[in-house]
């Protein structure tokens, strides 16, 4: 592991400021993801700015019944946090199907919310990855790809984003509260993770020196139910090879609103725009569920290796539906 | 005197006895291998190759060398010259050439094991790369048959006429299966500590044999044996991969000679495992079976291919089970080899059983389904009154009461016979069969000390090995009934080559032999000493030779079932239930066996539903290569495993009458679930893993039967 | 730099502590207490769990700078001063659940982490309490009887 310096921020303003005058410091926050990243080089930074015990380790209610989830909060927490489990099922879901308790223990919200992928290239600094160094290609194309993209890659990159946390909160439209050098600013989580393109490098739009400093949570007509359902290769403990968040409205047996995120299938949480406005206004049955995915998918680009992953995804949206909607599992 | 004449009368053997190594581990305070108290060690991180195969042209140390805290760093060009390099796996940094991707290349000695790691990764090396071939494909023109397989075996055997038999068989299965590269990932990377003083090598070494690491590492650095010393009194599981010593071992010794009377550390990372610590070849088999209307095989044909190192030579006997399972008049078996630029594969958990019975063990299942007949019935109807190969008689054999008490267990009466036809919940339920099988090994050469001490006590000494087998408790055992006294007066030291030589804790042959010399011994002591040996009499015993061996072919057997659950719309496949019944003779300890047994199983169904190490054939590695990616099973994905064993009474096989229990548990595993998901689904699975994407979508589709019925 | 902790109730002082160290290194290098053991580096397998501030964790994802004024609870610390074993650990050895006892040490410290928050649990609780912890030799049954059997006795006051 590359020397680097470390320093323990007291505040959200040091830490940015910290940051700000180094190019090559970077916030360490529960250690699960960038400590691994130090060991194998993948990152190398020259300082750590470890920002895990700043005050930001609070959940708030939010007038008009939203919550605030601070970045510090623990994943254990968040995902233990009585509001969020009454309010939120399909966050607390997704948090306790991602990693594990040890992991989740330390893992914190914005930690969460930047983690990096999982494509066996990016962490193995002997092979070529357009993500970890700029230009110097993709190996994963050709190459090993069962937990790789099949919506929105690019030439550059067919990576996917590892957060089960972030596909729960990108269909429940979260907001990022961000404070960076120029001040603070609020990203909606569909802009705040990003698609390849020719910079796969960028996993989202943040800046350096930009801090989450918490994620909102807007409010949900109590109609609305909501679940997490995550298929990998084993039954714990695994990175998902597709996970559906969704969150259903349904009235006098038509869908009076959806939202939808699908996780293991792009290199953000997938947000299901097209399934959605498929199923707006259509009655909650087996068929315009099925009509839905198979609308969001009909774009799906698979590559080598992962073409099982387009009627896996199809097939889970459409049984997740149906547990909303009451229906027994067939 | 034959070590075999005349049964230990069974008195601590049989009883549940804790593990009496069991206090230290769950205190923290037994001391592996790594943490020998060795004074101020210094620490050592390897430097591997990142091409499959080509020469070194250019090795730049000097920022390495630079890094505070480094002592030295070690490449082809200035690494110790070893004084045998026949075996080129051992031969570390002998030469410039690369023979596989991930090679040692050099090594960096440090102060702390950070400066060396970071150290390492600051060698710039450079190369003239050749072209390189690291995939096994089955088409290939250049498979060539090894002089003979893993074990000693017959590359190839031929019985009858097998083309004419098929050819007129009423039932005929011709089909290919495919099992996927393991590797085997025990809990402890392997861990050298190496110091050199006065000329002599210590290692406390992370080892499945302390003499066998004796033997092969002396000649490499031109010492007499007794030059090194070898230590290992725990070990964090092995499961094969530290049955015979790989290249850090070797590396870290070298190490060691630049820095005399220090202590070099080392510990691979466990990415660095899937390169130089051995793995389980793929393998691919062509089986085709001949039967009668009824069932009765007429013909039974296996051709296997799997991989070696250019380097080094490993042929996994992956046919040598089929010719002794089942009863046919015409049988051959051969094996080829595709020789690749691939680090050398070596044993884990029974090489050539585990895979071959996979194979073997499903094409059964196809052919029941073809003669229409119940899979248990079919495999009593081929029990062979004699080995099939040899003709000698069976020392003891029951597969058929084990496949019977095992059925009875599952309730193997709830088996619907059509795939596909029982649905609980969103779920397709099926139930599976398959049979077990692991040869009796006699393995020579093994000696124990047993020297009488005060109030009755004995010391007993032996350089034995206990991976987390149970080593330390069973040997215990013995050695009491051998001597007649209660366990707690017994002192068993292994793990050290202080104590006589011991065969490897290999084939599951350990018991066998290592307490075969104890017995040997403690009835040498009585013979010269009578019951009250004076304070400091001491016998030496050996395994000796066993010439029932000779007479008898000698097996464990057993029967495996399966209930595996499919989620109808995601393919997601779960095994809620597994029961193991086994014929294995005299179980030593009922505790540490079922564990050995119900561990086996659990790795079985880890290779039926998660392991593979996906090789990139455009790089030349394994792709997945750390635990987030090699899946192995974890707590969630095991159920109920219900292991049990039949009362067998074999006096043939050993002074105790037992037989080895530490690998049969893996042999069958992966075809009673393969079996089990295509009763549950319709979907034969003929490539381990049994991933989810092969049970997703129409049981149909391309993955047919390839049955004939005339 | 200088790290201060308490580990297992003692206070500790670390110096020259390098930042890029990971608790796991300091608590086995510096400290002399290598019942955490390194079986992966990546968190994936749970080996080296200890308690940070009470909640199980992977100490080599930890790096040292983070565990100043915190406090750290390890393997050494589960058994009584007088060298008695505690629950777990008595019901580990009679469950038979160890086998190389590689994995025990991380298990046993997630294992008494669940019995202190939760004495009575399903084996849905163990076995999510536990799914971090990897082990290739047991097949986790015997671990799940150990942990059900500390239950007990502890739940009769044993």
Not at chain 2, 406 to 418: K, V
Request: glycine residues 10%; hydrophobic residues 40%; aromatic residues 6%.
């Amino acid at each position: 592991m590359k020397p680097f310096a470390y320093r323990r921020a007291d505040d959200v303003a040091a830490a940015v400021a910290l940051l700000s005058q180094d190019r090559h410091a970077v916030f360490l926050g529960g250690g699960t993801n960038l400590v691994d990243h130090l060991r194998l080089g993948v990152a190398t930074p020259d300082t750590l700015v470890d920002v895990s015990r700043l005050p930001l380790d609070r959940i708030e209610e939010l007038p008009g019944g939203g919550l605030r989830v601070g970045a510090t909060v623990r994943n254990s927490d968040l995902a233990a946090d009585p509001l969020v489990r009454q309010r939120y099922p399909v966050l607390s879901q997704a948090l306790l199907s991602g990693a594990s308790g040890q992991l989740r223990n330390a893992a914190t919200t914005a930690g969460n919310l930047l983690q990096r992928t999982r494509c066996v290239y990016f962490q193995d600094v002997t092979t070529a990855c357009n993500k970890r160094d700029p230009g110097s290609g993709c190996s994963a194309l050709g190459g090993y790809q069962r937990y790789h993209a099949i919506l929105g890659a690019s030439p550059e990159c067919t990576a996917t984003h590892p957060s089960d946390m972030a596909v729960a909160m990108a269909a429940l439209d979260a907001v990022v509260q961000v404070v960076g050098p120029d001040g603070e600013r609020a990203v909606p989580i569909g802009d705040f993770h990003r698609l390849p393109g020719d910079r796969p490098h960028h996993d989202t739009v943040l800046g350096h020196g930009d801090l989450v400093t918490a994620v909102d949570l807007p409010p949900l007509p109590e109609t609305v139910r909501s679940r997490y359902r995550k298929v990998r290769d084993r039954a714990s403990y695994a990175f998902a090879l597709v996970s559906v968040a969704a969150a259903l409205d349904v009235r006098d047996g038509v869908v009076a609103d959806v939202r939808i995120a699908l996780g293991g299938v792009a290199h953000k949480p997938w947000r299901a725009s097209l399934a959605e406005q498929e199923l707006r206004g259509a009655p909650a049955t087996e068929d315009s569920f099925r009509r839905a995915a198979e609308a969001e998918l009909a774009a799906a680009q698979p590559v080598d290796g992962n073409a099982f992953k387009v009627p896996l995804a199809r097939n889970t949206l459409v049984a997740t539906l149906r547990e909303l909607t009451g229906g027994t599992p067939r | 005197m034959t070590a075999t004449q005349g049964r230990v009368r069974p008195r601590a053997i049989g009883t549940p006895l804790d593990r009496l190594d069991g206090r230290a581990k769950v205190t923290g305070s037994a001391r592996y291998a790594y943490e020998q108290p060795v004074g101020e060690p210094v620490y050592l991180h390897a430097v591997q190759a990142t091409v499959a195969r080509g020469r070194i042209t250019g090795i730049d140390t000097e920022a390495a060398a630079a890094v505070p805290g480094v002592l030295a760093v070690l490449t082809h060009r200035n690494a110790p010259r070893l004084a045998d390099t026949r075996d080129a796996e051992l031969a570390v940094l002998q030469s410039d050439a690369v023979a596989f991707r991930g090679q040692f290349v050099g090594g960096v000695v440090a102060t702390t094991s950070e400066a060396a790691r970071y150290a390492a990764s600051l060698v710039r090396t450079t190369y003239d790369t050749q072209p390189h071939d690291s995939v096994l494909r089955p088409d290939r023109d250049d498979l060539y048959a090894p002089e003979s397989v893993n074990g000693g075996f017959a590359t190839d055997t031929e019985q009858g006429d097998v083309e004419a038999a098929l050819a007129s068989a009423a039932v005929t299965v011709d089909q290919t299966y495919t099992t996927a590269m393991n590797h085997n990932n025990p809990m402890e990377p392997h861990t050298t500590v190496a110091v050199w003083n006065d000329g002599e090598l210590t290692l406390y070494e992370s080892t499945q044999g302390v003499h066998m690491v004796r033997s092969q590492v002396a000649p490499l650095f031109g010492l007499q044996p007794d030059e090194v010393h070898v230590v290992s009194p725990f070990v964090g599981g092995g499961f094969g991969s530290k049955g015979t010593p790989h290249a850090p071992v070797v590396l870290a010794a070298m190490a060691a000679r630049l820095v005399p009377g220090r202590a070099v550390r080392f510990a691979l990372t466990r990415p660095q495992m899937f390169f130089v610590a051995g793995y389980r070849t793929p393998t691919v088999q062509h089986i085709r079976l001949g039967a009668d209307r009824g069932g009765r095989l007429t013909a039974i044909s296996v051709d296997a291919v799997s991989q070696t190192s250019r380097i080094k030579e490993f042929a996994e006997q992956t046919a040598v089970a089929a010719r002794m399972m089942y009863a046919a008049p015409h049988r051959r078996t051969t094996h080829r080899l595709a020789r690749l630029d691939v680090p050398v594969p070596s044993w884990m958990r029974a090489p050539g059983e585990c895979p071959g019975m996979f194979a073997a063990e499903v094409a059964m299942d196809e052919l029941a389904e073809a003669c229409g007949l119940d899979p248990v019935e079919l495999r009593i109807r081929n029990e062979p009154a004699t080995d099939p190969e040899t003709g000698r008689p069976f020392s003891s054999r029951n597969l058929v009461a084990c496949l019977r008490e095992g059925a009875r267990r599952i309730g193997w009466e709830r088996r619907e016979q059509a795939p596909r036809s029982r649905r609980e919940a969103g779920h397709l339920v099926g139930l599976g069969v398959a049979a077990s099988v692991y040869p009796v090994f006699w393995m020579p050469g093994s000696s124990a000390t047993v020297r009488a001490g005060a109030g009755g006590r004995y010391t007993v000494s032996i350089g034995a090995a206990d991976l987390g087998t149970g080593t330390w408790t069973a040997l215990a055992q013995i050695a009491a009934d051998a001597l007649e006294v209660p366990v707690e007066r017994v002192e068993l030291r292994i793990g050290d080559t202080a104590f006589p030589p011991a065969s490897v804790a290999g084939g599951s042959s350990g018991i066998t032999a290592w307490g075969s010399a104890v017995v040997h011994a403690a009835r040498r002591l009585r013979e010269t000493y009578g019951n009250a040996p004076p304070d400091g009499a001491e016998a030496t015993g050996e395994t000796g030779d066993n010439p029932a061996t000779e007479r008898f072919a000698m097996y464990a057997f057993g029967a495996q079932f399966a209930e595996v659950r499919v989620d109808e719309e995601t393919g997601e496949v779960r095994v809620p239930r597994l029961v193991g019944v086994f014929a294995a003779g005299c179980v030593i300890n009922p505790k540490t066996a079922r564990s050995q047994l119900v561990g086996g199983m659990t790795m079985g169904l880890s290779m039926a539903l998660h392991e593979e190490s996906h090789v990139d054939g455009r790089l030349g590695q394994v792709a997945n290569h750390d635990l987030a990616e090699y899946h192995i099973a974890a707590n969630a994905d095991v159920g109920d495993i219900d292991v049990s064993w039949i009362d067998e009474d074999d006096p043939h096989v050993n002074p105790m009458g037992s037989k080895g229990i530490g690998e049969i548990g893996i042999v069958g595993t992966a075809a009673a679930v393969a079996n089990a998901a295509h009763n549950a689904t319709g979907v034969r699975v003929r490539d381990l893993p049994i991933t989810l994407d092969k049970l997703l979508g129409d049981p149909g589709a391309g993955n047919g039967p390839a049955v004939r019925r005339r | 730099m200088r790290v201060t902790f308490t580990v297992n109730g003692r206070p500790q002082e670390a110096d020259d502590v390098w930042e890029g160290e990971s608790l796991l290194y300091v608590l086995r290098e510096r400290m002399g207490l290598p019942g955490s053991k390194n079986a992966c580096e990546q968190g994936e397998c749970g080996s080296c769990t200890v308690r940070l501030d009470g909640v199980p964790v992977c100490s080599c994802l930890v790096a040292a700078g983070q565990v100043q004024g915190r406090r750290v609870d390890t393997v050494e610390g589960l058994a009584g001063e007088d060298g008695e074993l505690s629950a777990i650990q008595q019901a580990f050895v009679d469950a038979g659940a160890v086998q190389c006892g590689f994995c025990t040490p991380g298990l046993l410290v997630a294992a008494d982490e669940l019995l202190e928050h939760n004495p009575s649990p399903s084996d849905g609780d163990i076995r999510e309490a536990l799914s971090g912890n990897l082990c290739r030799c047991t097949g986790y049954e015997k671990i799940l009887d150990a942990v059900r059997l500390a239950a007990a006795r502890t739940g009769q006051g044993v």
